[in-house]
């Protein structure tokens, strides 16, 4: 093996501090009291914190400043449109895209996507990624020394349904390594991209599994403050939707949320 | 008639990692236009970090009006079929922070500023940021808006693009720091 080969991977994603997983999880519990606290006094607090210092790449990546509330006009009231058309079979099944079956736990993936009145949002596109069963993301800069599976590329689309239903066929993908602190791990997860009725309701999440005990020390899942909305992040274990000698079933259902003005934008429909 | 209750909560967001090239490219995801069709612009520019550092790994995403201010509602926001005008791109930033797109320029009723919906997402942005890039060219509708008139004017620098010699567009993105963009909340 030559020198080369064996020199640690040079990695721009690592924080220089390298804070130890006690510290940040002390961060996390400090961060969240005081959250708690703001909101206690009567402030209005969103369920993500875009300024959460124990996920260290968001330090100098967050505004500071608040966002301006602004009355939407006809284009963020209205969404690029979609239809069935748009996205092939195929493509919400991540396990069938290679020659051969990836390695690793078969799933369904189901839920309806709503809006805040309940309402479902059809032919709307649903974008995910994922890492494989081992936590290797395909992408090149993900360095963590885990096999690549040649049969999983690890991306999926999908348009929700007349009742706002949408469904993926994937593998389960494992818990990986970052370099945010010292032994950095995050739950396993996959990215969802989603798009509702109106540009304002966009959204971009990541959905868990239950019972995974990297949720207390991960920050990425802990910018979301309160136990409530990143339970909302976990898919729940359905057996109606595990299918015999084929694949355990996970329920994700999906809320995208906008202002009142998106509630008339959908009543004329 | 008044709008009821909510009755489901919202699902919150996550940062979109810094593995997401993968999973929400598209063929030609940046070319809402073809570079070469007539009243093709190109809209472009840097996203910098508080630090003044330009980011690499975000995209941006853009909704727009059709030239004639009508907002495309066709299904198939991803085709690039050469005739049909979608309104939607996204574009990734390069090493150097830059993001591009070939579009056209929006429209809107007359006498209303003309602009881009546009969202931005990040690795190390916890959640997705909404904002606005305006068109320059109508100094007076600009000036009559009600949103650019209630804030600052380096607040409302912000917003507007710089149209270059060329009839391009230039639109830089401050995610933090002195010359933060301003970002929205509806
Ligand atoms: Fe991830």
New interface residues.
Partial sequence: MTAEAIAPPVNS?AAPDRASQREITAEIGELHAALEQRERSGEAI?????D?PA?R?????????N??????????L??????Q??VGAVESDLTIQHAGEPLGERLTVRGRL?????RPVP?Q?I?????NSAGR???Q??QHPAPLDPNF???GRAITDDAGEYAFTTIKPGPYPWKNHVNAWRPAHI?F?VFGSS??Q?????MYFPGDPLFALDP??N??WRQ???D??IGVYDHDLTSEEWATGYRF?????????T??ENEGE | MTVPPRTHRATPGQTVGPFFAYGVEFDRMHQVVDPYAPGAVLLGGTIRDGAGAPVPDAFVEIFGADSDGRVPQARGAFRRDDHTFTGFGRAFTNEDGRYEFFTRNPGAPIGRAAFFAAIVYARGLPDRLHTRIYLPDDSAALAADTFLSSLVPEERATLVATRTPEGHLSHDISLQGERETVFLAF
């Fill in positions: 994603l969103p369920s993500t914190v875009i959460f996920y790449s968001s330090i100098l990546r967050h505004p500071t400043k966002l301006k509330l602004v009355d939407p006009e006809t284009v963020e209205l969404s690029p449109a979609f239809g058309r748009d709503t809006d805040s009145w309940g032919n596109l974008e995910i990624w994922q890492a993301y395909i992408h800069r993900d590329t690890g991306a990215h991209s540009f304002t966009r959204l971009v999440t990541q990425i899942f910018t979301i409530k909305d990143r909302a992040l259902d999906i809320v995208v949320d906008g202002p009142d003005a509630w008339f």
